[in-house]
């Protein structure tokens, strides 16, 4: 990857044509999963969530509070694997049971699927790594991710105090911010939310109460606690998730893609953590096949690992390939020496030599 930066200079029109062609060809001779298949996946996840959810309403202390640590993974498991491609699907055209799932989901969290559908599917993909219009790495004085986002003097200590803010990540979604937010993005971007304000409150905060109503009737007391657990471990997860996807060293040393050239974009500027199986799969649901996800959002989680293969022997060819950690603990530790690094009003050190620094 270390030639990624000369190769889009002297040909990046060839790139997009070729990953264009991909895309194409993926698409033409996609065979999209059965039903079964997906219910085969999905099935376990809400299996599993809904008997923490019944522990954490039924079960008395501490065992009540095991089921909220459960019910928090297996939200973020759910919500980063059948809610995340739910979303991709046009309204109109998703399947009860991937509606359902996206119910399920967001509902304890707080979070309005319309929305996530703005900000996630419209914005963020569209301006993937783009400081002013990719809302979902637009954290303000509280973090800094990308070298065109102004420094703070608060980011100097980003790396040190960002342990202490992903359990809050999912608190953060449930505040309203959508009512203040909507016109920021609508003014940097153009884009019109065309949702009213009310009903995406409604669709936000109605299933939050329906959620948690019954654990405050049998808990009383306990519901705080028990929501406190739930959501740091929810949020904490979540959080993750996202961040190893997107902002570590390996994506901060393409930043400077060209904005004519947005298939380089969406490829280049997510990260894949490696693992076909096993917990971290089951918990991000798929999307540590990130790259191929934002080159062809309308992928399955049941795809992407076949199609990455393909797409990486087809970089090969032009000596490139997709950003790509060995797995989640390397992917975290990058993300935290990304946060280091631009917690400097001016970094003395390249990516690049920090990346050399990693292997």
């Given at each position: 990857m270390d030639n990624l930066a000369e190769i889009l200079k002297v040909d990046t029109q060839n790139v997009e044509r070729s990953l264009r062609n991909f895309r194409r060809e993926e698409l033409a001779y996609r065979q999209k999963p059965s039903t079964l298949r997906v219910l085969v996946d999905a099935s376990p996840r809400v299996l599993i969530l809904v008997a923490a959810y019944a522990g954490a309403v039924l079960m008395t202390a501490p065992y009540?509070?095991?089921?909220?640590?459960?019910?928090?993974?297996?939200?973020?498991?759910?919500?980063?694997?059948?809610f995340h491609d739910g979303i991709h699907i046009e309204r109109s055209k998703r399947p009860w049971y991937i509606r359902v799932m996206i119910r399920v989901a967001s509902a304890p969290l707080g979070i309005s699927p319309l929305w996530w559908a703005y900000k996630h599917v419209l914005l963020h993909h569209k301006y993937v790594g783009q400081a002013?219009?990719?809302?979902?790495?637009?954290?303000?004085?509280?973090?800094?991710?990308?070298?065109?986002?102004?420094?703070?003097?608060?980011?100097?200590?980003?790396?040190?105090?960002?342990?202490?803010?992903?359990?809050?990540?999912?608190?953060?979604?449930?505040?309203?911010?959508?009512?203040?937010?909507?016109?920021?993005?609508?003014?940097?971007?153009?884009?019109?939310f065309q949702?009213?304000?009310?009903?995406?409150?409604?669709?936000?905060?109605?299933?939050?109460?329906?959620?948690?109503?019954?654990?405050?009737?049998?808990?009383?007391?306990?519901?705080?606690?028990?929501?406190?657990?739930?959501?740091?471990?929810?949020?904490?997860?979540?959080?993750?998730?996202?961040?190893?996807?997107?902002?570590t060293l390996k994506t901060l040393d393409n930043y400077d893609i060209p904005y004519d050239a947005?298939?380089?974009?969406?490829?280049?500027?997510?990260?894949?953590?490696?693992?076909?199986?096993?917990?971290?799969?089951?918990?991000?649901g798929g999307?540590?096949?990130?790259?191929?996800?934002?080159?062809?959002?309308?992928?399955?989680?049941?795809?992407?690992?076949?199609?990455?293969?393909?797409?990486?022997?087809?970089?090969?060819?032009?000596?490139?390939?997709v950003p790509t950690h060995s797995g989640i603990v390397p992917a975290f530790l990058s993300h935290v020496r990304l946060l280091h690094h631009l917690s400097k009003p001016s970094a003395a050190v390249s990516p690049s030599e920090l990346l050399q620094e990693e292997v």
């Open positions: 009540s509070y095991i089921a909220a640590v459960l019910f928090g993974v297996e939200t973020a498991s759910i919500m980063a694997s059948w002013d219009k990719d809302p979902d790495i637009q954290f303000g004085w509280l973090l800094r991710v990308s070298v065109d986002q102004p420094w703070k003097p608060t980011h100097r200590f980003q790396h040190i105090y960002v342990w202490l803010l992903y359990p809050f990540a999912s608190f953060n979604m449930l505040k309203p911010g959508e009512i203040y937010q909507s016109r920021y993005l609508e003014q940097r971007t153009g884009h019109h949702t009213s304000m009310s009903r995406c409150l409604f669709d936000k905060y109605l299933p939050f109460v329906v959620a948690w109503t019954p654990i405050a009737i049998t808990q009383g007391y306990r519901t705080l606690l028990i929501f406190v657990i739930y959501q740091a471990v929810a949020g904490s997860l979540t959080a993750v998730v996202s961040q190893v996807q997107h902002n947005p298939l380089s974009r969406q490829v280049f500027l997510s990260n894949d953590v490696a693992s076909k199986s096993g917990i971290w799969q089951w918990i991000s999307v540590n096949f990130h790259a191929i996800h934002h080159l062809i959002p309308s992928l399955s989680l049941l795809e992407t690992p076949n199609s990455t293969a393909r797409l990486r022997a087809f970089l090969c060819e032009d000596g490139l390939d």
